[in-house]
């Protein structure tokens, strides 16, 4: 069982827009920023969102992120079949004195 | 650009011994904080432990799993990181990946090497 909480799967059509969630506690992203990394099949994760909302230079503007007190979200808009991976949210947690992943998201492009 | 290539992964018998080497490159290697993370066949992603950088005197933390039994340390004149796992488990077969943290201040993960599996079974 994760610290953070998402739901393990989503899916949407191309062209939709998707929402993926993260939950945890005051310790974690009531205190820290989040980050968001994409997994796609067979490959290493990447780096999608930094800071709660910041996208490094490379990833498309239809990934955004955002953070209100305890809770994260990724959002993604147009939605295209490239898309279709695992999303992981990821804070550091005071109380664990650790980082701390959501247990993942998997993303079906229908 | 930020390269890291992990080595040493492979099978081992449960109770036994492995270390994990990480070949970072393209950028000032003791500036910035460096993570393990692991993820086990099939499953999620899940933080081993990190090492500060030289501004932070280099220390370490360490997920509740593996404390007491894996030490992180890295070699900043080589460039590389490492991961010594003692009194391996088969819970801890997974692949483990380097990485990187986003600048030198901010601390989250920012880049990942292509990971390397180590299997422990008997």
């Known amino acids: 069982q994760s610290v953070l909480t998402q739901p393990p799967s989503a899916s949407g059509t191309p062209g939709q827009s998707v929402t993926i969630s993260c939950s945890g506690v005051s310790s974690n992203i009531g205190s820290y920023t989040v980050n968001w990394y994409q997994q796609l099949p067979g490959t290493a994760p990447k780096l999608l969102i930094y800071?709660?909302?910041q996208r490094p230079s490379g990833v498309p503007d239809r990934f955004s992120g955002s953070k209100s007190g305890t809770s994260a979200s990724l959002a993604i808009s147009g939605l295209q079949s490239e898309d279709e991976a695992d999303y992981y949210c990821?804070?550091?947690?005071?109380?664990?004195?650790?980082?701390?992943f959501g247990g993942g998201t998997k993303l079906t492009v229908l | 650009e930020v390269q890291l290539v992990e080595s040493g992964g492979g099978s081992v018998q449960p109770g036994g011994s492995l270390r994990l080497s990480c070949a970072a490159s393209g950028f000032t290697f003791s500036d910035y904080y460096m993570d393990w993370v692991r993820q086990a066949p099939g499953k999620g992603l899940e933080w081993v432990g990190r090492t500060r950088n030289r501004a932070n005197s280099y220390t370490t933390e360490y997920a509740a799993p593996v404390k007491g039994r894996f030490t992180i340390s890295r070699g900043d004149s080589q460039n590389s990181l490492y991961l010594q796992m003692n009194s391996l488990k088969t819970e801890d077969t997974a692949v483990y990946y380097c990485?990187?943290?986003?600048?030198?201040?901010?601390?989250?993960?920012?880049?990942w090497g292509q990971g390397t599996l180590v299997t422990v079974s008997s």
């Open positions: 800071s709660n909302d």
């Open positions: 990821a804070a550091w947690d005071d109380s664990l004195n650790g980082r701390m």
């Open positions: 990485t990187r943290s986003i600048t030198t201040t901010t601390r989250g993960i920012g880049y």
